[in-house]
């Protein structure tokens, strides 16, 4: 009996885990797009939520991304967003492994910048995203 109770009882605490992060990540998405637009940025593709694979293998954060037509935005459910403007966007590409960790389904969509700067991210529909960085990049 007790080892049900203890399973119930870690069940409940990750759900109460999940709906607070869920509920972060839509915040995150709803001020990134008053912060646009009040900047002035047209949204081209996004806001969705995403994750991004940093530097460190075990780096991981979740937010929502956005591209404009002047950067590509990534607002962090903790932490500063990450802003790339669109003038340093070098390529993006699709990678099924990256920084040590395999994605099923769909691929990471791996932007690079003229500065040497990798970013990893986790979307829906990486093609969409190919396309849309591509169409502005040539």
Known sequence: MIYVRIVVGMTVFIAVIWAVVEQRVRRVGRVMRRELAAAGDR??????????????????????????????????????????????????????????????????????????????FMVKRTNRWLTALASRSS
């Not at 969705?48 to 460190?56: A, I, K, W």
């Not at 590509?72 to 390529?91: H, N, Q």
């Open 43 to 120: 949204i081209e593709l996004g806001p969705v939520r995403c994750s991004l694979r940093g530097d460190l293998p075990k780096q991981f954060d979740m937010g929502q991304l956005a591209l404009t037509d002047r950067r590509l935005v990534f607002y962090r459910t903790v932490g500063a967003p990450i802003e790339i403007p669109r003038a340093d966007l070098a390529s993006a590409r699709p990678e099924k492994w990256y920084r040590h960790a395999r994605r099923f389904g769909e691929p990471h969509l791996v932007v690079t910048t003229h500065s040497g700067m990798e970013y990893g």
